[in-house]
């Protein structure tokens, strides 16, 4: 469904990403781990077209989209969560989900109709909420919700958006226990609508969500398979997994 | 709804009230502070609602003021032609001018608006065929059915395009494309992640604040049956700006509001001498400018949403 080949991305003097290659197919979930600076959000910036990438390719279900700007990606289904919480903070929730739907139906250059009439926007805006178990929040400013819940949102506007695959940058960054597991179970009752990508840190989630693992390091992708796999793969421990899996 | 009818009603019944009190000379006053109403409305659409600090309003201003001013001169006499060809010269202004400065953003921006404001500032000054500096002046307002020379007439039309554009304005600010354009003032990043054409949005903004900044400068042309290049200097398009912080950043009726206390407190100042203060101070009536200051300083400082937002019960709108 996406295919990157041959991506590479350098800043200055120091690269960023090199040559990678990676596939994600329909239906999956797709983690990429790697250590801190490895060039994982550089990848996601490249893949939501927000990076320009100095070299290679990006196919989405087998269109080259490497020349597409980034609104231009989100129209044919490919949207992204942030890493650092980026939501329309002085917004109330319900209208961060209406706007992230707006986007995904029709034309916005309409200057005279009010969007309050549109029934079906916040309809559509109050389902993600429920999915996300915001219910209860629709009217909360959403810079005043708790750090759980904004994580909640980050990708819940990404999800409104209706994709056919999202880029999920870290988003148990920050979170508690408890929230960290609402958030697998968020993911993991998505994954069966829309394809993912799970950029995360956070290792009990990565093996529990992943149906398939690639690992970045030092901007190329070093191994990539199955969860059993990466787990057992000797250069993966050293490079990376280190003592976290020995246990 | 309410609450904009009730303001309406202030403005109609104004004249009346005027000429009951014998004082008609205000008459031609109160359409002035209309004028630089409307202008300041248009900006309040791009500085408010869009957050693009744009210093350079008056360039759109200027554009109507001097395309109005040289049909009238060439024999183009009616309102009805000058008035949407100045509309849209401004708009197309806009578009070229927007479709630059928007790709920067920050200080940046504030800067190349001001710097093509100025420029055509200087490429005016330099038009010896409609003036230059001395800029040109017109034999009587435009013909438009009725008798622009009679001021309550006057008053009326600018009354009228004043509440259309308040009427517009409140009508996109609510639609899509309202919106959109908060949604990119308060995060762009995230506006684009989500799928919209950031720039596009901008640029649009711009282009219909221009065009209505373009119909103000054709009101203020006929107004003072006079154009010259200081209507596109820079302080013009601080004084735009002041207006629109005054009176309240993003609200539907900040520019109003602004104009009027800001215009307003200019002419107070300037027409009725306070006597200890001229003791102290003898020509401090040709300062306006300083107690325009202290006011400004005590609106940031004490009301910062405005005049707009010292109204109970006034609600941003669409923020």
């Known amino acids: 469904m996406l295919e990157l080949k041959g991506l590479s991305k350098h800043f200055g003097g120091v690269i960023a990403t090199r040559d990678v290659t990676l596939n994600v197919a329909r239906g999956e979930v797709h983690a990429l781990i790697g250590p801190n600076g490895a060039g994982k959000t550089t990848l996601i910036g490249q893949v939501a077209g927000t990076i320009r990438s100095d070299s290679g390719q990006v196919l989405f279900e087998g269109v080259d989209i490497t020349a597409l700007a980034p609104h231009q990606r989100v129209r044919r289904g490919l949207a992204r969560s942030f890493q650092i919480t980026s939501i329309f903070g002085r917004l109330p929730l319900l209208e961060n989900l209406a706007l992230a739907v707006q986007a995904r139906s029709g034309s916005s250059f309409s200057f005279w109709k009010p969007v309050a009439a549109e029934r079906e926007l916040f309809r559509q805006a109050e389902e993600v909420a429920a999915d996300l178990g915001l219910s209860g929040r629709l009217h909360f400013t959403s810079s005043s919700l708790a750090h759980g819940e904004q994580r909640a949102l980050e990708v819940g506007l990404a999800l409104a958006t209706k994709p056919k695959l999202v880029l999920l940058d870290e988003p148990m960054a920050g979170l508690g226990a408890e929230e960290s597991r609402r958030m697998v179970e968020l993911i993991e009752r998505v994954s069966g609508r829309v394809t993912v990508l799970l950029v995360e840190h956070d290792m009990d989630a990565v093996f529990r969500l992943a149906d398939r693992i690639s690992v970045l390091v030092n901007g190329r992708i070093v191994a990539s398979g199955a969860p059993q796999e990466i787990r057992a793969n000797e250069e993966v421990r050293k490079a990376y997994l280190g003592d976290e899996l020995a246990a | ?319």
């Open chain 2, 1 to 319: 709804m309410r609450k904009h009818l009730a303001l309406l009603a202030v403005f109609l019944l104004l004249p009346l009230a005027l000429a009951w009190a014998d004082q008609t000379f205000y008459i031609s006053l109160a359409s002035r502070i209309l004028i630089y109403a409307l202008a300041a409305t248009s900006l309040n659409l791009v500085l408010g609602y869009g957050g693009m600090i744009s210093f350079g309003h008056a360039a759109f201003v200027g554009t109507g003021a001097y395309v109005a001013s040289i049909l009238f001169v060439e024999g183009v006499t009616s309102a009805w032609i000058a008035w949407p060809a100045a509309l849209a010269a401004a708009a197309l202004a806009a578009l070229l001018i927007g479709a630059v400065s928007l790709r920067t953003r920050g200080a940046y921006f504030i800067m190349i608006t001001l710097a093509f404001a100025q420029m055509m500032f200087y490429l005016l000054n330099s038009m010896k065929m409609y003036g230059g500096d001395e800029g040109l002046t017109l034999p009587r307002r435009p013909d438009l059915g009725v008798d622009l020379g009679n001021e309550v007439a006057f008053y009326y039309v600018v009354l009228f395009f004043l509440a259309l554009t308040l009427y517009l304005l409140y009508r996109l600010t609510n639609s899509r494309f309202g919106r959109v354009i908060v949604a990119i003032r308060e995060n762009e990043q995230r506006a684009q992640a989500l799928g919209f054409p950031v720039y596009r949005y901008r640029l649009a903004c711009f282009v219909i604040a221009g065009a209505a900044g373009g119909l103000a400068g054709a009101l203020l042309a006929a107004h003072g049956k006079y154009v010259s290049p200081n209507v596109l200097h820079w302080t013009q398009s601080g004084t735009l700006m002041i207006m629109v912080i005054l009176g309240g950043v993003g609200r539907l009726w900040g520019g109003v509001l602004g104009a009027v206390a800001l215009l307003g407190l200019e002419h107070l100042i300037a027409d009725y001498p306070v006597g200890w203060l001229e003791a102290l101070a003898p020509n401090y009536q040709q300062h306006a400018d300083l107690a325009v200051g202290l006011v400004l300083l005590a609106v940031v400082l004490f009301a910062p949403h405005g005049i707009a937002g010292l109204f109970p019960g006034a609600k941003r709108a669409r923020a």
